[in-house]
T-cell receptor
Framework: DAKTTQPNSMESNEEEPVHLPCNHS???????IHWYRQLPSQGPEYVIH???SNVNNRMASLAIAEDRKSSTLILHRATLRDAAVYYC????????????????FGTGTRLQVTL | KAGVTQTPRYLIKTRGQQVTLSCSPI?????VSWYQQTPGQGLQFLFE???????NKGNFPGRFSGRQFSNSRSEMNVSTLELGDSALYLC??????????????FGQGTRLTVV
């Protein structure tokens, strides 16, 4: 599986934007970039995913570099509830319908949000 | 709609015993995956089931096994427990109908302690 590299930890002030980087220099043409986060004492939670174009949803935005070797998860206004470990994951494209593919988690970035 | 349900939430077992963990996926989801989370190794993929068939398997010994029933509910079994099997075991369900629909929904996990 292609690997991702993320900073171990980041800090942010509440109400400010947060940019969480991820490097994936060995990404293949059919790998999707997924982001999950894990809040304390909970299972991981899907945040967003994309292939080539930037993506937005109610939780966050995903900015993907033109060469796809890096991406950035953007939380527009961090809150205390966003304190979590954020995982950037490359997910094999599935050649046919009928099955999901595994998630290969790295160590993630622990985001601390302070008042 | 109800989320992914894992039972039991907490379990204490003795070395050498076996254990069975249960996962009920979201209604309509046909793919169930299992993960092990430890402080040292992080989140690691165990196996994935779709339509009662194991589709993918991680790098774990044969003591770890699983199955899926016709209603998509899944169980995983660990035999001859070792101290190192102490971990949070997470189950994730997804539609399994193609890469665009493979957002995984995680349960809160079963915390297994082996003494």
């Amino acid at each position: 599986d292609a690997k991702t590299t993320q900073p171990n930890s980041m800090e942010s002030n509440e109400e400010e934007p947060v940019h969480l980087p991820c490097n994936h220099s060995t990404i293949s043409g059919t790998d999707y970039i997924h982001w999950y986060r894990q809040l304390p004492s909970q299972g991981p939670e899907y945040v967003i995913h994309g292939l080539t174009s930037n993506v937005n949803n109610r939780m966050a935005s995903l900015a993907i570099a033109e060469d796809r070797k890096s991406s950035t998860l953007i939380l527009h206004r961090a809150t205390l509830r966003d304190a979590a470990v954020y995982y950037c994951i490359l997910r094999d494209a599935v050649p046919n319908a009928g099955t999901a593919s595994k998630l290969t988690f790295g160590t993630g970035t622990r985001l601390q949000v302070t008042l | 709609k109800a989320g992914v349900t894992q039972t039991p939430r907490y379990l204490i077992k003795t070395r050498g015993q076996q254990v069975t963990l249960s996962c009920s996926p979201i209604s309509g989801h046909r793919s169930v995956s299992w993960y092990q989370q430890t402080p040292g190794q992080g989140l690691q993929f165990l196996f994935e089931y779709f339509s009662e068939t194991q589709r993918n398997k991680g790098n774990f010994p044969g003591r770890f096994s699983g199955r899926q029933f016709s209603n998509s509910r899944s169980e995983m079994n660990v035999s001859t427990l070792e101290l190192g099997d102490s971990a949070l075991y997470l189950c994730a369900s997804s539609l399994g109908t193609g890469v665009m629909n493979t957002e995984a929904f995680f349960g809160q996990g079963t915390r297994l302690t082996v003494v």
